[in-house]
Each structure stands twice: as C-alpha cells, then as structure tokens.
C-alpha cells in the first residue's frame, strides 16, 4: 500500500516525483499529496515552459532548476517531462505512474480545458500531443515513462484508473 490505512503518507518517503499523460490527475494527486506531507509541489510545466506555453526554456536551465529543487530534503515533483523527472529521480524516495488509458485523460484535459491564453489552434495541437504519448518515442511518452518505471529501484506504484488513484489514497480523496 502506498500511504497508510489512516492517510500516512511516511510511507512514500519524502521525496515523490509523480508522472503521467496529459490529463492522467499528476496535478491533482500531488496536490492532495503535498497538502498531507506538508511538503512544496514543483509543476515540471513551470520549468519546462519559459512564462508561456509554447516558449521553452532551455534544457540545460530546466535540468539546474530540477537539480535544484530535487537536493531539498522534502518535495514531490510532478509531470509528463520524462526528461525532466529523471533529473530528480536519483533523489527520489518513490515513484507514482498514473498510467490511465487515453479516454479517461482526455475527460480530465476536458474537465481541464485550455490553458490560459491558449488559441483554439494551440489547444487542439496540444490535445493531439496529448493523444500521441502511446505512439511518441521521447522521455515524455508512455514508453519513456515505462522506462523511468523499470529503472527506478525504491518504492513505486504504476496506478491505471482514476478507481486505482483514489484507493491508494486510504480516504478516497
């Protein structure tokens, strides 16, 4: 079990990096998470994007910035950067993949709408990279997270419906 029958969450240590498909609930899961360790949630959009979506940041940048918020003793780090994940990983006390099929992500990138700001155009580009994290071949696909999964050695959880989020967390949150 990942956290304990009362919410204990010691169990995943203090240092959690959250991955997943656009829209698979990695910002919702460590929101509740971090709010129950007392613990910052660093949003690898926020490092990979300069300001705006569309505008990155140059990689070297984005990986310091991970380095550096992965040598705080406590944290969870969360998004679809595989890339950018596997900066901190070597820091990680464990691993969450919200490995959700395409339908249950695309009702959450729905619930979620576009980012602000975001043209239709944009909105729909974005919506088919979303779509083609099972067919990508880069750190930010399905298989580039099945990857960080295998090589990952500490505790970790490959969670593969919304039913299976909400039951590793004891209280169903």
Known sequence: MAIGPTGDVRAVGSRVVIVGASGSGKSTLA??????????????????????????????????????????????????????????????????????????????LAARGPWPGASAAEHAD??????????????????GHLALFAAFNGPKWRLRSRAETADWLPDGS
């Open 126 to 143: 974005f919506l088919a990279w979303a779509e083609d994290y099972w067919r990508r071949e880069t750190p930010s696909s399905f298989n």
């Open 31 to 108: 929101g509740v998470l971090g709010a129950r360790m007392a613990v910052e949630v660093i949003d690898l959009d926020r490092i990979h994007w300069l300001g705006k979506v569309g505008v990155k940041r140059d990689e070297g940048d984005a990986r310091q910035m991970v380095s550096a918020h992965a040598a705080r003793p406590s944290w969870i780090i969360e998004g679809v950067f595989g890339w950018l994940a596997d900066v901190a990983l070597p820091r990680a006390t464990s691993l969450v993949w919200l490995d959700l099929p395409w339908s249950a992500c695309r009702e959450g």
